[in-house]
Every structure is written in structure tokens, then in C-alpha cells.
Nanobody
């Protein structure tokens, strides 16, 4: 059974930092790309950052220079370090695992609320 369990969200003031963690189980981590997406009320879910098992990173323009994505293949963990947070970063953040070899399969975490106060 595949599980993506997120942790680390919460309330922070503008300019502060938070670190999200995602623990994956039930997947062969090396053939998946890990990612973070977010969805604010009334908006569509949008990509924040992705990282492949080989370390290739893709960041949304809105978070470049402020957010960093990383992963630990041995621990099957993905992380999103969020610095210089802005109120517009407020959203539910979802961990994502996308299979990159063979049939495309996508898994989602349960979501984790991040609220940035001004």
C-alpha cells in the first residue's frame, strides 16, 4: 500500500520559514519523481517544485530564490524548505509522487495547511 505522509505545516508570519517533509512508503523511490503542489481557496492546484531521484529540480517561478526542494533516497523522504514566506504562499500543500518509468502512476499525500500571516 502506497502512502505519502506529510508533516511540518502550520502558521508563520510573513518573512518566516517552514519546512515540509514527506515520508513515502510502498513505492520504489528510485523510479519516482517527488513533488510539492499547493492549492489556495478558489484556485487550482499548482506545481511548486519537483525533484527526480537523479536530483533534477524544477521550481515554479513564484518560489525561485525562496523555496528549496530536496530528497533523501535512502530514507524515501522529500522536503520543501520555504523561506521568506509571503501571505500569498498560504495554501494546502500536497506531496506528490509520479512514476517516471513504465506506466505513469501518481500518488498524493493528504495535504498540509500552510498559513502565512501579514
Amino acid at each position: 500500500q502506497v502512502q505519502l505522509v506529510e508533516s511540518g505545516g502550520g502558521l508563520v508570519q510573513a518573512g518566516g520559514s517552514l519546512r515540509l517533509s514527506c515520508a513515502a512508503s510502498g513505492i520504489i523511490f528510485s523510479i519516482y519523481a517527488m513533488g510539492w503542489y499547493r492549492q489556495a481557496p478558489g484556485n487550482q492546484r499548482e506545481l511548486v517544485a519537483t525533484i527526480t531521484s537523479g536530483g533534477r529540480i524544477n521550481l515554479a517561478d513564484s518560489v525561485k530564490g525562496r523555496f528549496t526542494i530536496s530528497s533523501d533516497n535512502a530514507k524515501k523522504m522529500a522536503y520543501l524548505q520555504m523561506n521568506s514566506l509571503k501571505p500569498e504562499d498560504t495554501a494546502v500543500y500536497y506531496c506528490n509522487a509520479e512514476r517516471r518509468i513504465g506506466v505513469k502512476v501518481v500518488y498524493w499525500g493528504q495535504g498540509n495547511q500552510v498559513t502565512v500571516s501579514s
